[in-house]
């Protein structure tokens, strides 16, 4: 049966793979102009979660590990999947746990972001973590990570030179600095991350 969707008509979809992260659906389709085409669209079996965690000396965790869709090795914020069934608050406070040690006892989820759009539905979940407790990483058996503590304003720099372009570390960070700069943050880290921005950036003169 025939199915719009936006400007696309649907013909007909079948699956063409799954595992237990994703799915790939192929559909025949008829676009905008009414000329036949195809879309495959890749689906997440999971919500994406991204932690932005604070300590107290304004430092933040960096959780390193070979991207094997990439080929080559990362430096990101803590980030992973969560069941979409499950609040995103759990699944954040697991994986900071998980790829750091560390635990909060302040949360915020603070904005969220469609990561792929033209091919995927995967949906992001930004959270600010600050007043961290250090403790014991405990990683899932097939996550080799590497660890590091850098300033915001290290990591902020990093990112404005091209050396840190995960997408959803630069989301965490650069809407936290928006967010920040506009008053839209808890007072504690919003004055942690105003401290670290160059002075043009927050109104200094």
Same mark, same amino acid.
């Given at each position: 049966?025939?199915?719009?969707?936006?400007?696309?008509?649907?013909?007909?979809?079948? *699956?063409?793979?799954?595992?237990?992260?994703?799915?790939?659906? @192929? @559909? *025949?389709v008829l676009?905008?102009?009414?000329?036949?085409?195809?879309?495959?669209? =890749?689906?997440?079996?999971?919500?994406?979660?991204?932690?932005?965690?604070l300590f107290a000396d304004g430092t933040v965790p960096m959780v390193g590990q070979?991207?094997?869709?990439?080929?080559?090795?990362?430096?990101?914020?803590?980030?992973?999947?969560?069941?979409?069934?499950? !609040?995103?608050l759990l699944s954040a406070k697991r994986e900071l746990k998980e790829e750091t040690g560390a635990t909060a006892a302040h949360w915020l989820e603070y904005?969220?972001?469609?990561?792929?759009?033209? =091919?995927? !539905?995967?949906?992001?979940h930004l959270f600010l973590a600050w007043d961290l407790t250090e403790g014991e990483a405990a990683p899932e058996p097939d996550e080799v990570f590497q660890y590091k503590r850098v300033t915001f304003g290290e990591l902020l720099?990093?990112? @404005?030179?091209?050396?840190?372009?995960?997408?959803?570390?630069?989301?965490?960070?650069?809407t936290a600095v928006s967010r920040?700069?506009?008053?839209?943050?808890?007072?504690?880290?919003?004055?942690l991350i105003l401290d670290q921005l160059p002075e043009a950036r927050t109104g200094g003169s």
């Amino acid at each position: 049966m025939e199915q719009k969707r936006g400007p696309w008509t649907i013909l007909s979809s079948r *699956e063409g793979y799954r595992n237990p992260w994703v799915e790939v659906t @192929h @559909h *025949e389709v008829l676009r905008a102009d009414g000329s036949p085409g195809v879309y495959g669209v =890749v689906g997440f079996q999971n919500l994406a979660i991204g932690v932005l965690p604070l300590f107290a000396d304004g430092t933040v965790p960096m959780v390193g590990q070979y991207r094997f869709p990439l080929k080559r090795f990362t430096w990101e914020l803590p980030e992973g999947g969560g069941p979409k069934g499950e !609040d995103p608050l759990l699944s954040a406070k697991r994986e900071l746990k998980e790829e750091t040690g560390a635990t909060a006892a302040h949360w915020l989820e603070y904005g969220q972001a469609d990561l792929s759009n033209s =091919v995927t !539905d995967e949906r992001a979940h930004l959270f600010l973590a600050w007043d961290l407790t250090e403790g014991e990483a405990a990683p899932e058996p097939d996550e080799v990570f590497q660890y590091k503590r850098v300033t915001f304003g290290e990591l902020l720099t990093d990112i @404005h030179r091209g050396e840190v372009d995960d997408a959803l570390t630069q989301l965490l960070v650069l809407t936290a600095v928006s967010r920040a700069i506009m008053g839209e943050l808890p007072d504690r880290p919003r004055n942690l991350i105003l401290d670290q921005l160059p002075e043009a950036r927050t109104g200094g003169s």
